[in-house]
């Protein structure tokens, strides 16, 4: 089945340990994205790549680090977590020839910082 | 990045039509327009894209005007599990890899 795979699904830590959030797609898709999303705001865009060793800022990338050493997974990670980077994440994927707007999401990590 | 205004919210009734209206005034030559539906605590879901006129799929119908400044999404008949937030994107179909997702909106659906 073509998915976008996410864990942890669901995550508690404390501020300034250190965390991955893995991201995964089975379907060879080119462009990754991360995003998260907050009540009354929407999803934004953290950070997307759009191949191996090709990633760029979003809208909101303080705070987090991405890497694509390879084409199917997308880590996000979160360095020195604050309680303000508590939210839900979202992986997504798309193939080169749609660009960035036909995309397949996760299911998404919901991440608690205390 | 065209960016889009969408209605906060609406309601409906079960088996009405719903038509959710997306307002994008500075949408570019090569922008397509895409549409998705979002449940609570999952991934949003692609619906429909489009570039002009008309196009209808399984779930859902897109129509945009000849000035393409606008569009709207249309849903038959409309059930209880239709109940979900739906956002309107405007973007490149090929490049543009930044994606701006708007307020969308939040569409009930009472019995």
């Known amino acids: 089945e073509a998915q976008v795979t996410q864990n942890p699904r669901y995550l508690i830590t404390v501020t300034g340990k250190k965390l991955t959030v893995t991201c995964s797609q089975n379907?060879?898709?080119?462009?990754m994205s991360w995003y998260r999303q907050d009540p009354g705001l929407g999803l934004r865009q953290i950070y997307y790549?759009?191949?191996?060793?090709?990633?760029d800022k979003g809208d909101v990338p303080e705070g987090y680090k991405v890497s694509r050493k390879e084409k199917r997974n997308f880590p996000l990670i979160l360095e020195s977590p604050s309680p303000n980077q508590t939210s839900l994440y979202f992986c997504?994927?798309?193939?080169?020839?749609?660009?960035?707007?036909?995309?397949?999401f996760g299911a998404g990590s919901r991440l608690t910082v205390l | 990045l065209a960016k889009t205004t969408q209605p906060i919210s609406m309601d409906s009734y079960e088996g009405q039509e719903v038509n959710i209206t997306c307002s994008h005034n500075?949408?570019?030559?090569?922008?397509?327009i895409t549409w998705y539906q979002q449940f609570p605590s999952q991934g949003p879901r692609f619906i429909i894209q489009?570039?002009?006129t008309k196009v209808t799929n399984e779930v859902a119908s897109l129509f945009i005007p000849a000035d393409r400044k606008s569009s709207t999404l249309s849903l038959p008949r409309v059930s209880l599990s239709d109940t979900a937030v739906y956002y309107c994107?405007?973007?490149?179909?090929?490049?543009?890899?930044?994606?701006?997702f708007g307020a969308g909106t939040r569409l009930f659906v009472k019995a």
């Open positions: 997504a994927s798309s193939p080169f020839s749609s660009g960035a707007n036909v995309l397949t």
């Open positions: 500075n949408i570019a030559t090569n922008d397509y």
């Open positions: 994107l405007v973007g490149e179909r090929t490049g543009g890899f930044k994606t701006i």
């Open positions: 489009g570039y002009k």
């Open positions: 790549s759009m191949n191996v060793e090709v990633t």
């Open positions: 379907m060879n898709h080119e462009y």
